[in-house]
């Protein structure tokens, strides 16, 4: 079966990994500073334009990405890839620039409940945590990226209104950040909820400014990359391996496989320099590195 590409989708996509990051702070298994160094390498030489490097959170919180530091400075980096890190305060602002990073990413929410459980703050907290984040790292020339979590539901307040995120992203985009990703974090979307969120999102925001990060908890993160496509956004996030699992739903799969995202755009005839069978050896490698490590 052939799937037909829609009709308003680009010819060519972003894929944004965030393994490094996302996949590996909820991995249980602690991974060698070295095999992650290696990871965010395979990964940029497979031909992915952005690779989310790790963390700067507090290391008691994540003890994962820990050595968020000297994975930073060991990673040699391509030219013309990205290598965001994620920052939530100020103080994990003069870590990450301590280390030299290019570019940052914030993490907010949607709903008040996830902020709280997550970030340990309103949103309204989050947001001036962010102000001096936001003023510094583009005072030092950096990129910087929004997240909004639980976009499409949340595990404490269930549906979440297309106007709160609309609300939120707005924000972040105010504040100076480059680009926004609307987050499934719990897997809750639908190509139905995608579209009535971007009917919503794109009245007020530019398409291209917008990336949807997708979760397959229930197996539906491909179609709604789809729905997202045929609104023209044109940024999606991927996982190598559909690293990390889903911490509110134990044993389902978590972030979307990056290596599944490009097949499928591969097959709709989208292109993104990603080469698919590099990003399998990418995360081939990181499993043999943590079986090596007596971790896997
Ligand atoms: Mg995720």
């Known amino acids: 079966m052939t799937e037909e590409r829609a009709g308003g989708a680009p010819r060519r996509v972003t894929v944004v990994e965030v393994g490094p990051r996302d996949g590996l702070q909820n991995e249980p298994a602690r991974v060698p500073t070295a095999v992650k160094v290696a990871f965010v390498e395979a990964l940029a030489a497979a031909g992915l334009p952005t690779v989310e490097t790790t963390s700067f959170v507090n290391p008691a919180a994540v003890p994962q990405l820990a050595d968020a530091d000297a994975v930073v400075r060991a990673v040699r980096r391509r030219p013309g890839v990205r290598y965001p890190a994620l920052v939530p305060?100020?103080?994990g602002l003069e870590r990450a620039l301590a280390a030299g990073v290019p570019a940052i990413a914030l993490f907010t929410a949607a709903t008040e409940a996830f902020a709280q459980a997550n970030v340990r703050g309103s949103i309204e907290e989050t947001f001036a945590r962010f102000g001096p984040?936001?003023?510094?790292?583009r005072a030092e020339g950096l990129w910087v990226r929004g997240y909004v979590s639980v976009a499409f539901g949340c595990p404490y307040e269930g549906a979440v209104a297309p106007a709160a995120v609309l609300g939120v992203a707005r924000r972040l985009l105010d504040l100076g950040c480059a680009e926004v990703a609307l987050a499934d974090t719990i897997g809750a979307a639908t190509p139905e909820a995608v579209d009535a969120l971007l009917d919503?999102?794109?009245a007020h925001l530019p398409v291209d400014r917008l990336a949807?990060?997708?979760?397959?908890?229930r197996g539906r993160a491909i179609a709604n990359v789809a729905a997202g496509l045929a609104r023209g956004i044109t940024v999606f996030d991927g996982a190598a391996g559909g690293l990390g699992g889903c911490p509110f739903a134990p044993g389902a799969p978590g972030n979307l496989a990056t290596e599944e995202l490009v097949a499928f755009l591969d097959r709709q005839g989208i292109e993104t320099g990603v080469d698919r069978a590099a990003v399998i050896d990418a995360v081939a490698g990181l499993r043999a590195g943590m079986a090596g490590a007596g971790t896997g």
């Open 133 to 137: 984040v936001v003023a510094r790292a």
């Open 89 to 91: 305060n100020p103080r």
């Open 200 to 202: 919503v999102a794109l």
């Open 212 to 217: 949807l990060h997708f979760h397959d908890t």
